[in-house]
Nanobody, 117 residues
Framework: QVQLTESGGGLVQPGGSLRLSCATS????????IAWFRQAPGKGREGVAC????????FYRNPVKGRFTISRDNINHTVYLQMNSLKPEDTAVYYC??????????WGQGTQVTVSS
């Protein structure tokens, strides 16, 4: 059974950093793509970054390019999102996402990130 568990959120001042973790288990294949999404209050969920296990290729949403870094640890089956130079507009609930098939889409429970002075 696929499980995704996020952690690492919290309250941070503008300009600060946080590292989110997504612990994974139960993947049916060693080839996968993991994505981080976020949902700010009153807004829809949007993709932030993703990483492919095939070649470690990464993609980032424009507003986070140069500030966020997605990476993975195969030994611990964990995907990370390092977030630097945080801004108030980064405030959101951050979710880990895995798509096994078009009908098998998995989400973690989310972790709250609040950027405020």
């Amino acid at each position: 059974q696929v499980q995704l568990t996020e952690s690492g959120g919290g309250l941070v001042q503008p300009g600060g950093s946080l590292r989110l973790s997504c612990a994974t288990s139960g993947f049916p294949s060693d080839v996968y793509t993991i994505a981080w999404f976020r949902q700010a209050p009153g807004k829809g969920r949007e993709g932030v970054a993703c990483i492919s296990s095939r070649d470690d290729e990464t993609f980032y949403r424009n507003p986070v390019k140069g500030r966020f870094t997605i990476s993975r640890d195969n030994i611990n089956h964990t995907v990370y999102l390092q977030m630097n130079s945080l801004k108030p507009e980064d405030t959101a609930v951050y979710y880990c996402n895995y798509i096994a098939t078009i009908t098998q889409i998995y989400w973690g429970q989310g972790t709250q990130v609040t950027v405020s002075s």
